[in-house]
């Protein structure tokens, strides 16, 4: 069973930046992607990436301020935020699915996921 682990949420003034991490153990990914979800709104796709090529993805919203990057630890993805703003603040989550999915579908519809990480708070403030 495919388990995932974020870190590195936090506290940032506005125009700042924060890295996050996320690690998935207990079996071959794929694809990870990034969600957040801020209080009242729906889950809003954030970035996603194939760990085999690194093809990249984004949210409207995030293109330019972040990205999201896959190193030589296996399974595991980090995305970088900057210039953040305050509309940045909500829960971040990590998901990926058992089985290949299209980065650009899961990311318009968060449901397509079936394996989610336990989301990590990012709070933006001026």
């Known amino acids: 069973q495919v388990q995932l682990v974020e870190s590195g949420g936090g506290s940032v003034e506005s125009g700042g930046s924060l890295k996050l991490t996320c690690a998935a153990s207990g079996g071959r990914v794929i694809g990870m992607a990034w969600f957040r979800q801020a209080p009242g709104k729906e889950r809003e796709g954030v970035a996603c990436i194939y760990l085999n090529d690194r093809e990249t993805f984004y949210g409207e919203s995030v293109k330019g301020r972040f990205t999201i990057t896959t190193d030589n630890a296996p399974n595991t993805v980090h995305l970088q935020m900057d210039n953040l703003k305050d509309e940045d603040t909500a829960v971040y989550y990590c998901?990926?699915?058992?089985?290949?999915?299209?980065?650009?579908?899961?990311?318009?519809?968060?449901?397509?996921?079936?394996?989610w990480g336990q989301g990590t708070q990012v709070t933006v403030s001026s």
């Open positions: 998901a990926t699915d058992r089985v290949p999915f299209p980065c650009q579908m899961a990311l318009n519809s968060p449901r397509y996921l079936d394996l």
